[in-house]
């Protein structure tokens, strides 16, 4: 009942649920900011799905009617046009997340880059959490990165004049989402998606693309590059 | 064609590839007006972009076009260089909103431009607006200007559309309309198109034009049906030369009759139907496997300032002189010289000169012809609600004598244009128009 859970006895009694201690992203975007109750209530209705490379996690025009928050894996949001051409709209990684509101159409498709895994919250459940532990679904959304944030790095994004300023703030952002520790100069950040994704996603055509990394390496702004890869020169920001 | 339907044949008609026509347009939409309407413009929102190129080498006699023959080719460098701050200046504007799904490049003659400009040009839409390889890059081509690895250099640079002016493939009536090509010019024009691996090549034709005969045309229609373009648009030719001074170089002795031309049109539809293309809209034809025939198939046909289209993209943003621009509702029509076009946007402004803002009423017109033109069929019913008592009474008389002389037929409030009465679209589409109703010079309807 929502009386008990202010109860001083109600907030030391649950342990937090062990599938959630696995949890690989916990601590970097969600559940950090759960208290130990809210996480048992959570817990309950949330359910681990996996999400195989490839196939769609919402489709658009499809209703959705559930958060998800990505724990390991990545995705492209797309739209698609009435001719059958795709714009793809943003990247989903770790503690990202899709479906903020419950919709009877979705405005993207989430497409898997690699075989993924989401933890799936259906708003019903979330809607009933916030009745007894108020301000949980905020602090949910808290962190992490929305659609609305993507869309608004993809208009920051286009708004850069050069194709050398576009890749650059591309790569920065997937380095900061999914590089590995501060140091983006001796670290790897993984490139999940194909480069004609990259591409499409600046704006630009894959022939451009290509030959703006390869400048961007001469620079020395990219200190290596493999097709799933890329090793970042240290930001001079 | 039915003895009825001939008396339709001579009815002067616009070719609604806008609605109201770009003879409507006037100076009360201003560059402030169409920069309003750029910023409302959603992020993913497709845009088909337009580029005008207005120079040529030489004059053709039958030209309706914005075009001048240019023999300075720095005076081009200069427009190309003004293209380009135009559409840094929209793109401003815009501010990182709205994909390009298409482009065309036409003319004029675009290839008048070296394929180096061609290339600064679509550069500049790609850093300031944003291109992706999925967007369809169209370019209308004289062939007679085509050097050695021209076309491989154009494919190179992401041009995927080619839009060959063949017109006529008889050398009298090339003559006569000052436009020499030979076929071996063409039939080696395509052999390259071809090995550029396009897959979408397009031809232009005309009939009406003079000393065309049923043989002769029926001799072009054949070898252009050899060389199995992908597209092919049959144009009627409008000779209006107290609008056009260069038409007077034709002399009018030696253009077809209204029977000839009716023929002449027939003949087309018969040939290249019968050769595997399918009619798209009234004026274009396409191989079933083509874009624009499964757009047609798959009910996406639309019309816009080119002709007809698979465009999906609503709003459409013309650059260059005398480019037509149409974002929600409003029409912007850029300067149509190219001095003071260059003038407008040295000076930082959109060049746009005059325009239209379509009221409730006309966009509903606007749609009905739409559907006419582009599936044959409308619906009445919403044009009527929407016209006062007189324009009713005059459209439903009007309509009466297309459905007494068997050309349309009613289902509930929609009318359907019958089997076989296609070259009519338009003469129907003046029903729906009360503008068409004044005294205004348009292009013969067939």
């Not at chain 2, 081509?141 to 839009?163: E, Q």
């Not at chain 2, 012809?369 to 619906?379: G, K, N, S």
């Amino acid at each position: 009942m929502s009386a008990s859970a202010s109860s001083p006895v109600a907030c030391q009694a649950p342990q937090r649920p062990a599938s959630c201690d696995l949890c690989a992203v916990r601590e970097r975007s969600i559940c950090a900011d759960l208290g130990p109750r809210e996480l048992v209530e959570v817990e309950k209705t949330m359910a681990r799905r996996s999400v195989a490379k490839g196939r769609a996690l919402m489709q658009e025009g499809e209703p959705n009617d559930s958060l998800y928050v990505l724990v390991q894996g990545g995705f492209r949001l797309l739209k698609h046009l009435e001719d059958g051409r795709r714009q793809i709209t943003g990247f989903i990684f770790p503690g990202d997340f899709v479906g903020v509101r419950p919709t009877g159409a979705s405005a993207y498709t989430a497409e898997a880059l690699e075989d993924s895994f989401v933890c799936c919250f259906p708003h019903r459940f979330l809607e009933a959490i916030a009745e007894r532990c108020p301000g949980v679904k905020d602090r949910l959304i808290a962190r992490g990165q929305t659609e609305y944030h993507k869309a608004q790095d993809h208009i920051v994004l286009l708004g850069k004049k050069t194709a050398e300023e576009r890749v650059e703030t591309f790569l920065r952002m997937v380095a900061k989402s999914i590089g590995h520790g501060g140091d983006s100069a001796v670290t790897e950040t993984p490139l999940p998606m194909p480069r004609q994704d990259i591409a499409d996603y600046l704006g630009l055509r894959l022939e451009t693309l290509s030959r703006t990394l390869a400048s961007l390496k001469k620079q020395g702004t990219i200190r290596a590059l493999s097709r799933r890869s890329v090793v970042l020169a240290a930001s001079c920001e | 064609m039915k003895a009825a339907w001939r008396k339709y044949l001579g009815a002067r008609a616009p070719r609604y590839t806008s609605y109201p026509s770009a003879l409507h347009f006037d100076q009360s939409v201003t560059a402030r007006d169409f920069t309003e309407k750029l910023h409302e413009i959603q992020l993913y929102d497709p845009l088909s972009l337009y580029v005008h190129v207005p120079f040529c080498r030489q004059l053709c006699w039958y030209c309706g076009c914005n075009m001048r023959v240019e023999n300075d080719y720095a005076r081009a460098r200069d427009y190309v260089d003004a293209l380009i701050g135009e559409i840094a200046l929209q793109a401003r504007a815009l501010g990182g909103k709205g994909r390009p799904t298409s482009i065309h490049f036409g003319g004029g003659t675009p290839n008048y431009l070296s394929c180096d400009d061609l290339a600064d040009i679509l550069g500049a839409i790609e850093r300031e607006v944003g291109l992706t390889d999925c967007a369809d890059v169209a370019i209308e081509l004289d062939p007679r200007m085509l050097r050695d690895g021209h076309v491989g250099r154009l494919a190179s640079l992401g041009f995927n559309r080619f839009s060959l002016g063949v017109q006529d493939l008889d050398p009298l009536v090339q003559e006569a309309i000052n436009r020499i090509q030979s076929f071996d010019l063409i039939e080696s024009c395509v052999s390259d198109i071809r090995a550029g691996g396009v897959d979408d090549l397009s031809f232009d034709i005309l009939y009406g034009l003079p000393r065309q005969s049923e043989d002769s045309f029926s001799q072009t229609l054949d070898k252009v049906i050899a060389l199995s373009p992908d597209r092919v648009s049959v144009f009627g030719y409008a000779h209006l030369p107290d609008a056009l001074p260069h038409q007077r170089m034709i002399d009018p002795q030696t253009l077809p009759d209204e029977t000839l031309r009716a023929a002449l049109s027939a003949m087309a539809d018969e040939l290249l139907t019968g050769a595997g293309y399918l009619r798209i809209g009234f004026d274009h034809y396409a191989k079933p496997d083509n874009a624009l025939a499964r757009a047609a198939l798959a009910g996406r046909l639309k019309r816009n300032f080119q002709g007809f289209t698979d465009d999906a993209a609503a709003t459409q943003i013309g650059f260059g002189a005398s480019a037509i621009s149409f974002v929600d509702g409003l029409y912007a029509q850029n300067e149509k010289s190219v001095a003071a076009y260059k003038d407008r946007v040295r000076r930082g402004a959109a060049p746009v000169a005059r325009g239209l803002v379509r009221t409730r009423r006309e966009a509903v017109i606007a749609a009905a012809i739409h559907d006419l033109l582009c599936r044959l069929e409308a619906d009445v019913g919403a044009v009527l609600k929407t016209s006062p008592p007189a324009d009713a009474i005059r459209l439903c008389s009007a309509l009466e004598r297309f459905e007494a002389d068997g050309i349309i037929r009613w289902d509930g409030d929609r009318i359907a244009i019958v089997e076989g009465a296609h070259p009519l679209a338009r003469a129907v589409a003046t029903a729906l128009d009360p503008y068409a109703q004044r005294q205004v010079e348009y292009a013969a309807a067939v």
